[in-house]
């Protein structure tokens, strides 16, 4: 049977278990047989608002990815500019042209001071970048976890992921482990640990075959405190005062000391991540009618899920081993991406992907800003962003399932 992404709606033209269908009448007999069912009529797709009993108006989408990449835009230009020492915008272009032009074998004369020039391009461009590519698949692994285990509050920090994900990084930093990988043991460690914590996390939810929500957030809850525990004790019996300082502020989140060499790894990942989740969008968009709605038309859950977990706890352990567990960014963004283009991945996912990177380096910007020359780790802002919001995500929720227990449109 072909995989077809109206789940919802197809299900109504489906018969009961006693003959009747959606609507609850009795399927009606064929006129040219007596005794065999004719097929119910099949029932017209209905809009969002035909089915929520809410109207909705969004933008067109070309509209808003024109609108976040212009946000992104702005938000790397204030951060090239902005600092501990601001720089003129015109010395910031002149910096970016003449890299530019050196990176295509032309040959240039930067009119910026060799100042500039080595704050712009060695210190704060690759630090921009950096916020950009962690922001940006985030949000992205926010998305899909959220479709994955049906859950509006899930997230890769909330579930434990980014933690379990910690531990493995930390054990190269600390012990030396998979030293023989080199450059990429750290991300390889990082990797190791957010697909344990993953599974286990995945595993202790399961009730009957079936992820309930209640269970998924105390089990992520547990593995990331147990995995935050374990973080600790490795740092503090490290034996090296120095790397145990330096760690705990990695692990608190932080993009401090971002070099260009800390970039092709987590972008290429990145990259791969998002082409991969862009082309099983369709699939994403059958599992929010559930497991066995998804099994009708054609899914192989099991299997999709496998698939998807290991490759969003590859993308949280890239992101992690470069900048530390950075907190609800896959939990805010996911929500202000579906409440402004709605539920289609194949619109949310890049949506989404430009304005976790507009958001974390708006926030990274905050956060060597606003206590200079006093640099705030950028996990703490976003925790202070985030916890706000994850508790008016929980009021919602509960208004809307009052609202539904009495009838009501649950929007």
Known sequence: ?????????????????????????????????????????????????????????????????????????????????????????????????????????????????????????????????????????????????????????????????????????????AWGALASAGLFAITLGAFAGALLATTLVYLLALQQGRVLPTRLILSGVAVAYTCMGVTSLIT??????????????????????????????????????????????????????????????GLNVARFRRRMFVLVSLMTGSLVAVSGAIGFVGLVIPHITRMLIGHDHRRVLPVAALMGAAFLIAVDLLARTAFAPMELPVGVITSLIGGPFFIGMLVRQGRQTRRADKGGPAC
Do not use: F, K
């Open 1 to 173: 049977m072909p995989l077809r992404s109206h789940a919802p709606d197809l299900l109504q033209d489906l018969p009961g278990p006693t003959g009747a269908g959606a609507g609850g009448d009795g399927a009606r007999l064929s006129p040219s047989s007596p005794h065999t069912p004719a097929r119910p009529d099949p029932v017209p797709l209905r809009s969002d608002a035909q089915r929520g009993g809410c109207a909705e108006r969004r933008p067109r989408d070309g509209r808003l990815l024109l609108l976040a990449l212009a946000v992104l835009l702005l938000a790397a230009g204030a951060a090239l500019c902005w600092g501990s020492s601001a720089v003129p915008a015109s010395q910031v272009w002149e910096v970016l042209r003449t890299e530019a032009l050196h990176a295509l074998g032309l040959p240039a004369v930067s009119e910026a001071s060799p100042q500039h020039q080595r704050v712009v391009w060695l210190i704060r461009m690759p630090r921009v970048l950096l916020a950009a590519v962690v922001g940006a698949g985030l949000a992205v692994v926010g998305v899909a976890m959220q479709a994955l285990v049906r859950n509006p509050l899930a997230d890769p920090y909330l579930l434990g992921v980014s933690s379990g994900a910690s531990v493995g990084a930390v054990s190269v930093l």
């Open 236 to 297: 503090l019996t490290a034996g090296q005062r120095e790397l145990a300082a330096s760690l705990m502020t990695w692990t608190l989140g932080s993009l401090s000391g971002s070099q260009w060499i800390s970039l092709p790894a987590p972008a290429l990942i990145l990259l791969l991540g998002l082409a991969v989740l862009w082309g099983s969008a369709r699939e994403l968009n059958v599992l929010r009618s559930g497991d066995e709605s998804a099994i009708s038309l």
